[in-house]
């Protein structure tokens, strides 16, 4: 082969990556040879080149070509099937969207041009909402209740110059509308929508409108606002068109509140994540300093709030912990006026809380460790199971599995085996029975299955176990 080929080998690599070859040379070439394998060759030989050596290597190629066929064709059903779940991406990506304020800027930005969703900021959400939708509902089947969400989704979409509508719920149907919004004209529009519907399905839909955000990552708050005008539907009546602005004059700061990371910091505060619990409280803060003045006459209310919810999600999970006053004093939450003072008093009592949550979760799992490891003993020779197990101790199965192995440093299976085995060695010592009984008495139907347990764990058969600790027999 030699250098020069060598080097050949290596730029041509560089070019075509997916090309594949055998390679052969001398004795002497034996390091660039094994050296091509980083380089596209399959396989190597050296000269001369002998038939069943040759016959080896072609082999190799043809395994290889068949592999790389079949891996080809998995990849191919794998592409056609996304692309016909396409949709259901988007759909999803849409729905996390406007309900959880999870995605930055950049990340919006991506994904509208990967799901080629083109909508010019700034961004406005519009909701139509079925009216009377439970009454409606009544005497459908769920393919008609799906139907006319589907037909009302289409009337929508028609009418949309810039914007895009996806279906969020059975009766509603969100609009993220692109382009400063004029409001006379958007309101006939959305109006004639709303007629339109009317006249096709013969169903009355009501139409809250959010604030228009030039930010991406405010199409969230902008969905929160279009909920909230919707619920004064009962005021200004069903059937309408409500402007968040109509009812809620200059109340901006309401839908900013970062609501679903305030629920991961209950849940993480619950874990005993301090980490992760900084990290959310940052993000709960950032939002809160942007509306400084309209929140801090409501901060006692707002941290009380996280305090029930998370009192009430412990409880909920089983934890019978201290109460939660021991480790945030109220007193001093009622006193608390200013930003910077409530966010220092949840940063340090959070850490004390979050360390006895530890503390209280690795005592909480020794207990049931060793509870676990007596109902295995007595039950060894029954069908004892990770789910059967976590059922009888009310938790989580993989909260228990995590728990047995890393006391036990074993898998269930493993200790259950180990129990098993160290019985019958127990009763092959000291009783006359034979193998059939010895496998029922510990757990096996099979008695097959526990002589190649036995062999395995213990390295010889159990009739040799017999024979070797005869003497020992009573």
């Known amino acids: ?8 080998l290596e730029e041509l690599n560089k070019v075509y990556k997916d090309i594949r070859f055998i390679t052969y040379g001398s004795l ?36 290889y070509a068949k592999a790389k066929e079949t891996l080809e064709k998995e ?13 259901l991406f988007e759909d999803k990506f849409l729905s996390v969207l406007i309900n959880e304020s999870v995605f930055d800027r950049e990340e919006i930005e991506n994904s509208f041009k990967y799901f080629d969703i083109k909508i010019q900021k700034p961004y406005t959400v519009v909701i139509f909402r079925i009216d009377n939708f439970r009454k409606y509902i009544l005497n459908k089947s769920q393919r008609e209740k799906h139907l006319i969400t589907f037909k009302i989704l289409k009337i929508i979409s028609s009418s949309l110059k810039n914007g895009k509508a996806f279906i969020n719920l059975f009766n509603e149907i969100v609009v993220i509308l692109g382009g400063d919004i004029n409001i006379s004209n ?9 007629i339109k519907i009317k006249q096709d399905t013969d169903i009355l839909v009501s139409c809250g409108v959010g604030r228009t955000y030039e930010d991406a990552e405010k199409i969230h708050n902008s969905f929160l606002e279009a909920i909230a005008a919707l619920r004064y539907r009962c005021i200004v009546g069903y059937n309408s068109v409500i402007f968040i602005d109509f009812v809620e004059y200059k109340n901006t700061f309401a839908s900013s509140y970062p609501y679903q990371r305030e629920n991961q910091l209950v849940h993480t505060a619950v874990i005993g994540e301090y980490s992760y619990c900084v990290k959310l409280l940052d ?57 910077d003072e409530a966010y220092n008093f949840l940063k340090t009592n959070l850490k004390s809380f979050c360390d006895y949550i530890l503390s209280f979760r690795k005592t909480k799992a020794n207990e049931i460790y060793i509870k676990a490891i007596e109902y295995i003993k007595e039950n060894y020779n029954k069908t004892v ?12 199965v993989a909260y228990f599995r995590q728990i047995f192995e890393s006391e036990s440093e074993k898998t269930l299976e493993e200790y259950i085996t180990r129990l098993r085995i160290d019985k019958a060695k ?23 299955i526990f002589r190649q347990t036995f062999k395995r764990v213990e390295g010889i058969l159990a009739g040799d176990f017999r024979y070797i600790n005869k003497d020992k027999r009573k």
């Open 283 to 339: 993000d709960i803060f950032k939002e809160i300093y942007q509306y400084k003045s309209n929140f801090e006459p409501i901060l006692s209310q707002i941290i009380m709030s996280m305090l029930i919810s998370i009192n009430r999600t412990a409880f909920e999970q089983g934890l019978k912990i201290e109460p939660i006053t021991k480790f945030f004093d109220t007193a001093t939450v009622l006193k608390i006026k200013d930003c």
């Open 385 to 396: 199971t990770y789910k059967s197990l976590a059922k009888y101790f009310n938790c989580n």
């Open 186 to 194: 958007t309101l006939e529009d959305l109006n004639n929508i709303k």
């Open 75 to 87: 990849q191919h059903l794998l592409d056609m099937e996304y692309l016909q779940s396409f949709k």
């Open 426 to 448: 127990e009763l092959i010592l000291n009783t006359h029975l034979t193998d059939d009984l010895i496998a029922l008495k510990v757990g096996y139907t099979d008695v097959n």
């Open 28 to 63: 002497n070439d034996a390091d660039y040879l094994k050296k091509s394998l980083e380089f596209g060759a399959i396989t190597y030989t050296l000269r001369p080149v002998r038939p069943s050596e040759l016959k080896k290597c072609l082999e190799e190629y043809a395994s």
């Open 1 to 8: 082969m030699g250098l020069d080929a060598f080097k050949k």
